[in-house]
C-alpha cells in the first residue's frame, strides 16, 4: 500500500492541497512504512496562467473546483500519485477532493500535522476525516 501526503517541508502534511510543492509517497508493508520518497507536484504556481472558468460568467454551481478546468487540473495532480490508495492533507477544496476520489484515491483531511503520526493513525484506524475544513 502507498499513501500520499501533501507537503512543503517533507516532515509535515501541507494545510493547502494546491499549494503544496509535492507529494511525500510511503509505502506500507505488515502495517509498517518501508519507504519514503518525494514526487514533485503541480499546483498553483503551475496552473498560475491558465483560464479560471469560476472568474468568468459560467462557473459551475456546485462552486470552486468543479468546473472542466479545475477538474482536468486535479487530475494532472493526481497522475503522479495514481499508484497511492490514501492522500493525506489539511486542507483542500471540495473539488480536488471529489476529483481525488473519482481518480480512485482517498483523500482524507487531518489534524495532524506530522506525517509518520498521520499514517499511523490511519493505519490504527484512528484518523478521521474533517470533511467539514474542505472549502
Keep these: ?49 491558465e483560464p479560471h472558468v469560476e472568474e468568468a460568467h459560467g462557473a459551475d454551481p456546485r462552486g470552486h473546483g468543479f468546473d472542466a ?19 493525506l492533507a489539511r486542507g483542500m477544496g471540495a473539488g480536488a477532493y471529489e476529483s481525488m476520489r473519482q481518480s480512485g484515491i482517498r483523500p482524507i483531511i487531518t489534524d495532524i500535522a506530522s506525517i509518520d503520526e498521520a499514517v499511523q493513525a490511519y493505519l490504527a484506524g484512528r484518523l478521521v476525516d474533517h470533511t467539514e475544513w474542505l472549502h
Excluded at 517541508?9 to 501541507?14: E, N, P, V
Design 1 to 49: 500500500m502507498k499513501i500520499a501526503a501533501v507537503s512543503e517541508d517533507g516532515k509535515t502534511i501541507s494545510q493547502h492541497f494546491g499549494r503544496a510543492p509535492f507529494y511525500v509517497v510511503v509505502t506500507i508493508e505488515n502495517n509498517k512504512i518501508v519507504g519514503r520518497e518525494i514526487r514533485e507536484k503541480m499546483g498553483h504556481a503551475q496552473f498560475a496562467g
Design 69 to 87: 478546468g479545475a477538474q482536468s487540473r486535479h487530475a494532472r495532480m493526481a497522475a503522479a500519485i495514481a499508484d497511492c490508495q490514501v492522500l
